[in-house]
């Protein structure tokens, strides 16, 4: 099944440019270079096929994915999509201050936590069954406070942060795909006080 994809794709629609602003359709847009479903979508990016129709109907709405066909699997018919690039730039004659794109991106970043740390439940009460029936579910969390006063200094913060952690995974990498696979989590937000006023 051949269908073109662009290698570029200039976003000149405010809708499409606030889409590719979303963490998640982001990253589904990043799997559908190839065609394919909802369901292998969320195997890919450890989400429920649900929430990845979801998204994919709104990014099919703005011109970013389209469908392609669908196919049988066993009882069910399969839509499959595929993004309409392989690359996005966002244009400058969209002519947005750069305060705007910002607070999108930081609204997109707090929409991501709260799916991320859903994703985290979901992921712990299921291992927490399989702790149940006498097998031992080894994991780890750290929880650390640092003080982050400007913005430069918060961007530096996570460049530093994203980099040492890439680092400390590549030193784990392994090419056996019969070996335990971790799923690593980054956070990064404002301490909220309390009444839930941030700080």
């Known amino acids: 099944m051949e269908h073109e994809i662009q290698e570029t794709c200039y976003v000149e629609s405010?809708?499409?440019a606030t889409a590719l602003l979303n963490p998640i359709r982001a990253e589904i847009l990043s799997k559908l270079t190839e065609p394919a479903s909802a369901t292998e979508v969320a195997r890919m990016i450890n989400e429920t096929p649900q929430r990845v129709n979801y998204h994919l109907k709104a990014l099919e709405k703005v011109?970013?994915?389209r469908r392609i066909g669908t196919r049988q699997v066993r009882?069910?018919?399969e839509v499959l999509y595929q993004s309409i690039a392989r690359t996005?730039?966002?244009s400058e004659l969209l002519g947005w201050h750069p305060e705007t794109v910002q607070r999108i991106k930081d609204q997109s970043s707090l929409s991501?936590?709260?799916s991320t740390s859903d994703r985290i439940k979901r992921d712990a009460l299921m291992?927490?069954?399989h702790s149940e029936q006498s097998e031992q579910i080894p994991s780890a969390t750290l929880t650390m406070k640092v003080q982050l006063e400007s913005e430069e200094r918060r961007k530096q913060f996570v460049q530093d942060y994203v980099q040492?952690?890439?680092a400390l995974v590549a030193n784990y990498q392994s090419s056996n795909a019969d070996d335990d696979t971790y799923n690593v989590i980054l956070a990064i937000y404002p301490e909220c006080g309390q009444g839930g006023d941030s700080k």
């Open 75 to 77: 009882n069910l018919v």
């Open 88 to 90: 996005f730039v966002i």
């Open 14 to 16: 405010p809708e499409q």
């Open 112 to 114: 991501h936590l709260i």
């Open 63 to 65: 011109g970013l994915a």
């Open 127 to 129: 291992l927490m069954d």
């Open 164 to 166: 040492a952690v890439q």
